[in-house]
């Protein structure tokens, strides 16, 4: 039976949430920090289930060293916060009004702070509120570093809760990717075959990320969205697409297509330059295994592409990480040697990019296993 996004959680228990929590504590003591400051966004609703705004003021979950967590939320943000798990958890929740000070709340949440020890912050704390927090910062030096680094075990290796829903969103694109051949038709336009594409993505998804259709030319540039440009038979389409389901986990596939169905009819030197394309993916595919770094990854696939004679035409990173973001770590480039760990998810994505002519790219979202990558999405990767 197909799954509907009403049919996926949008939350998971708090006993998940707690459990979360708790092991970022357990982090953070181990790391000789004094906690961290999580603003709304992906790592706050990682830690508490919900997607609360607070708009240009300050609402953060706080996670000292020892002590029970605190949320700081504005008075008038009660509401969104009522209706998550937050209420469930083992928390303390602190309220604020306009005119009082949320950055003084931060402090008293983070208890003793030795002078020196290091605080993490999250990304989405904007450089207003960072500035201020620092600002009320009782010791003289002090190291600041991000959540993502702090608290990367715990964001980089997906549970089988996240697993699952990130599956449920690939299988989500993969049906709306079913579709795409019979768009493709010559004489409509990449604008006619995008509006479609958001009509089905949001059939299976409960919000868009993303929709490319890249046809001839456009295809070269990566992130090309969608124009008027009409469709001809036999050009390819790059065409990369992305929703958002249930606790907020992201789709990301991408394919690329023949106008008309027939990939004979395509440009002998693209149709060539595809089958190079599709054996950097598989390189990179069979490459993956706990313990191989990140950046051995993204050679494996890299180096088919260059040794072909495009190494000029693979101009971005091969993949990155995906889960409640659509982009986090871990990046799959060069310069990053991470290792991989059971239950990492992220995306293999090579493409090859020929200005003024057409593109390509192959992309699929994987999970680390024991035994190596298996792909969330399962569609046809052929040119059709």
Request: net charge negative.
């Amino acid at each position: 039976m197909t799954e509907t996004p009403d049919s996926i959680p949008s939350t998971f228990g708090p006993e998940l949430y707690s459990e979360r929590i708790e092991r970022a504590q357990q982090a953070v003591r181990e790391a000789g920090a004094a906690g961290a400051v999580i603003a709304t966004g992906a790592e706050f609703a990682y830690f508490t289930g919900s997607w609360a705004s607070s708009h240009e003021r300050l609402t953060s979950l706080v996670i000292p060293a020892a002590g029970r967590a605190t949320v700081i939320v504005l008075s008038t943000d009660m509401g969104d916060i009522r209706r998550s798990p937050i209420g469930e958890l083992d928390v303390d929740i602190k309220q604020w009004a306009d005119g009082q000070d949320p950055y003084a709340l931060v402090w008293n949440a983070l208890g003793e702070a030795p002078a020196g020890a290091t605080i993490g912050l999250s990304s989405s704390l904007t450089a207003d509120h960072v500035l201020r927090i620092q600002k009320r910062d009782p010791a003289e030096r002090r190291d600041w570093v991000l959540t993502a680094d702090l608290l990367s075990d715990l964001y980089y290796r997906k549970g089988a809760e996240e697993v699952a829903q990130l599956g449920q969103a690939a299988a989500a694109i993969d049906r709306v990717h079913a579709a795409v051949p019979e768009l493709l038709t010559p004489g409509v336009t990449e604008k006619q075959v995008a509006d479609k594409l958001s009509e089905l993505i949001l059939a299976e998804h409960d919000s868009i990320d993303f929709v490319i259709v890249g046809s001839g030319p456009n295809g070269a540039d990566p992130h090309h969205d969608f124009s008027d440009r009409v469709l001809r038979a036999g050009e390819p389409v790059v065409v990369d697409l992305g929703g958002t389901l249930g606790a907020g986990y992201h789709s990301d596939c991408t394919r690329t297509y023949v106008v008309g169905g027939d990939s004979q009819a395509a440009p002998e030197d693209f149709r060539a330059a595809y089958d190079v394309l599709y054996r950097a993916y598989r390189a990179a595919f069979d490459a993956v295994r706990p313990g191989v770094t990140a950046q051995e990854i993204d050679s494996a696939a890299r180096d088919i592409i260059e040794a072909a004679g495009y190494g000029d035409a693979f101009f971005h990173r091969l993949g990155h990480g995906i889960g409640l973001s659509g982009h986090e770590d871990p990046f799959i480039m060069q310069g990053n040697d991470t290792p991989l760990t059971e239950g990492m998810c992220f995306s293999i994505e090579p493409g090859i990019y020929v200005a003024d002519k057409w593109g390509m790219r192959l992309e699929d979202i994987v999970v680390v296993e024991a035994s190596g990558a298996r792909s969330l999405n399962n569609g046809p990767r052929e040119l059709c």
